[in-house]
């Protein structure tokens, strides 16, 4: 199977093994004792690969995937070494990754929109959902540093105004990456802050504008009703959007990053996720499942602290990494 080739650069790359290297290391432990004294992949193999794949935050689902495909394999090459095991499983999650929407990309992209009525170019407009502590505002920090590293003009707007803390950390990202921002004191209405946001975004010829939200997840009736009304203000201003939903997840938290998955696209509709805080679990294994269980795309995962350790996820380098 061809499907590892060099895509990103030795540093991208070298960044990415070093923040699944926790994930990889608990993998690992767990799959050597899953075939310590077999010399061939046999049912009890399988058995303690499935037990390795689901306590590696995998997700169940998932592992019966993997494990199916892994059976097939061995009925048709008949006799399997347990020394092939971590080559076929490379292969064969990559091959199931293979049929997501998630991780083509190696670049941060954004795609060219149709111009305004009055023939002025469309901002890209990106919303950002998540939990309070999942790392949401970093992300926003990390994407409009990336943003504007390629040369793009971004505006932020600063609609989480439940509380303070959130305005004034996003505050801290947008002059730390000197862009500018559009807040209200907290308490306002989020929607009145995107609609400004959107509003100062086109009359700066704003290339990107991405809005942070509230991260309450305790009533999903009253989270929609707020998600949907931002979106509605918004299109006063740009039609069409948001152009994306970004949900972003902590990937510490294993199933439980699968558990807010579900919540927040059954009060929202996601159109992308980033998976954060890879380099300080074992958990990484929660991407593979996430990828794979929400047919929706994985767009950024975090593997580390500084400014530039947001990667765009792409599937293939992800795996190689894990499996290395």
Known sequence: ??????????????????????????????????????????????????????????????????ITRIEERVAKDKYLGTSELNKILREEIAALLSETKSGEETEYTIP????????????????????????????????????KKQGLKVVLGAADTFR???????????????????????????????????????????????????????NKVNLMNELTKVKRVMQKVIDNSPHDVLLVLDGSTGQNAFEQAKQFTAATEVTSLAVTKLDGTAKGGVVIGISDQFQI???????????????????????DSFFK
Do not use: C
């Not at 080739?5 to 994930?23: H, Q």
């Not at 807040?183 to 809005?211: E, H, K, T, Y």
């Not at 994985?298 to 795996?319: A, M, R, T």
């Open 164 to 218: 303070a803390a959130a305005i004034d950390q996003l505050q801290v990202w947008a002059d730390r990456v000197d862009v500018p921002m559009i807040r209200q004191d907290m308490g306002s209405d989020p929607a009145s802050v995107a609609f400004d946001a959107l509003q100062s975004g086109v009359n700066q010829d704003a290339d990107v504008i991405i809005i942070d939200t509230a991260g309450r997840l305790h």
């Open 1 to 66: 199977m061809s499907f590892f080739k060099k895509i990103f650069s030795s540093e991208k790359k070298e960044t990415l093994d070093k923040g699944l290297e926790k994930s990889k290391s608990s993998f690992f432990n767990k799959l050597n004792k899953a075939v310590a004294g077999k010399s061939n992949v046999d049912d009890d193999v399988l058995d303690n690969l499935e037990e390795v794949l689901v306590t590696s935050d995998v997700g169940v689902n998932t592992t019966l995937k993997v």
């Open 112 to 147: 060219e929109l149709p111009k305004q009525a009055d023939g002025s170019k469309t901002p890209y407009v990106l919303m950002v959902v998540g939990v309070n502590g999942v790392g949401k505002t970093t992300t926003i920090g990390k994407l409009a540093y990336q943003f």
């Open 297 to 319: 795309p994985v767009k950024y995962i975090g593997v580390g602290e500084g400014i530039e350790d947001l990667q765009v996820f792409n599937k293939y380098e992800f795996v």
